[in-house]
T-cell receptor, first 117, second 115 residues
Framework: QQQVKQSPQSLIVQKGGISIINCAYE??????FPWYQQFPGKGPALLIA?????SEKKEGRFTISFNKSAKQFSLHIMDSQPGDSATYFC????????????????FGQGTILTVHP | SAVISQKPSRDICQRGTSLTIQCQVD?????MFWYRQQPGQSLTLIAT?????????ESGFVIDKFPISRPNLTFSTLTVSNMSPEDSSIYLC????????????FGQGTRLTVV
């Protein structure tokens, strides 16, 4: 019920291409869906996040697409660059009843993205 | 964003010993979270730490193994007790900033190797 399933495990794209990473969730109570980027030796850094009241959110080259009925969301990286090579995690959370916390996150398994020059 | 400092950044410890990891945030936050990231794996929530109350542990994690302190709104510690090689992981502190766009931020992590 609390799982978030992420695919693919690894992804190789050419510079300038589009990277697409997909996630699916089961718990319909989830209402916050962030994506994190992690470089080796670093903590995860928040990239972009979406709530289920919108179907798409774009920030620069990064876009989240959200399909509430299918319980799926995806990250699209346009014009992928070698500097985008990192591990990407999707996550999900829900606002605690009577609280304000989205920090209790359930993470996907991660996708290792390699962008070749 | 939030500035989160963790100490130590890495350590190598003998089995059977304990290590305390510190997490300092640059501003007051209500809730702090501790995660574990095993080698090549995803992040798993260990516990939620609120100031002035006992930490809340997730399934599979117990207070005797991972005692947590939260003495004020900017600081928390996680202790990994009676360590075994299976505890070798990255331990991460996280905080949440609420507002128009609520965001969860992570420290750089503590890489623990138990030998």
């Amino acid at each position: 019920q609390q799982q978030v399933k992420q695919s693919p495990q690894s992804l190789i794209v050419q510079k300038g291409g589009i990277s697409i990473i997909n996630c699916a969730y089961e718990n319909t109570a989830f209402d916050y869906f962030p994506w994190y980027q992690q470089f080796p030796g670093k903590g995860p850094a928040l990239l972009i996040a979406i709530r289920p009241d919108v179907s798409e959110k774009k920030e620069g080259r990064f876009t989240i697409s959200f399909n509430k009925s299918a319980k799926q969301f995806s990250l699209h990286i346009m014009d992928s660059q070698p500097g985008d090579s990192a591990t990407y995690f999707c996550a999900a959370s829900n606002l605690n009843a009577g609280g304000t916390s989205y920090g209790k996150l359930t993470f996907g398994q991660g996708t290792i993205l390699t962008v070749h020059p | 964003s939030a500035v989160i400092s963790q100490k130590p950044s890495r350590d190598i410890c003998q089995r059977g010993t304990s290590l305390t990891i510190q997490c300092q945030v640059d501003s007051q936050v209500t809730m702090m979270f501790w995660y574990r990231q095993q080698p090549g794996q995803s992040l798993t929530l260990i516990a939620t730490a609120n100031q002035g109350s006992e930490a809340t542990y997730e399934s599979g994690f117990v207070i005797d193994k991972f005692p947590i302190s939260r003495p004020n709104l900017t600081f928390s510690t996680l202790t990994v007790s009676n360590m075994s090689p299976e505890d070798s992981s990255i331990y991460l502190c996280s905080v949440e900033r609420t507002g128009e766009d609520t965001e969860a931020f992570f420290g750089q992590g503590t890489r623990l190797t138990v030998v």
